[in-house]
Nanobody
Framework: QVQLVESGGGLVQAGGSLRLSCAASGRTFSSYAMGWFRQAPGKEREFVAAINWSGVNTRYADSVKGRFTISRDNAKNTVYLQMNSLKPEDTAVYYC???????????????WGQGTQVTVSS
């Protein structure tokens, strides 16, 4: 059983930056792909970014390409989401997820964290 704990959320002005972290425990971190999703009030949860086990391959939602960067440190069992040029529409609860492959993580991760709130003020 994997445990995923997100941190780093908060309140930031539009144009600002935040870095989210997700610490994983419970199984071999480097064997799994990782991803970030978000859910805004009144909306369905949506894919944001994913990274494969080695960190070589990444995928992004069109809405965050060029602004967000996903990365991982397998020695620290942690995945990150660097968010730059934040917009009010990025406001959401951000969830960390883990899956057996980058594609499976995007489609149906299987394991989720509890989420961290990101609020971007205009």
């Amino acid at each position: 059983q994997v445990q995923l704990v997100e941190s780093g959320g908060g309140l930031v002005q539009a144009g600002g930056s935040l870095r989210l972290s997700c610490a994983a425990s419970g199984r071999t971190f480097s064997s799994y792909a990782m991803g970030w999703f978000r859910q805004a009030p009144g909306k369905e949860r949506e894919f944001v970014a994913a990274i494969n086990w080695s960190g070589v391959n990444t995928r992004y939602a069109d809405s965050v390409k060029g602004r967000f960067t996903i990365s991982r440190d397998n020695a620290k069992n942690t995945v990150y989401l660097q968010m730059n040029s934040l917009k009010p529409e990025d406001t959401a609860v951000y969830y960390c997820a883990q899956g057996e492959s980058i594609i499976r993580t995007i489609r149906d991760p299987g394991s989720w964290g509890q989420g961290t709130q990101v609020t971007v003020s205009s």
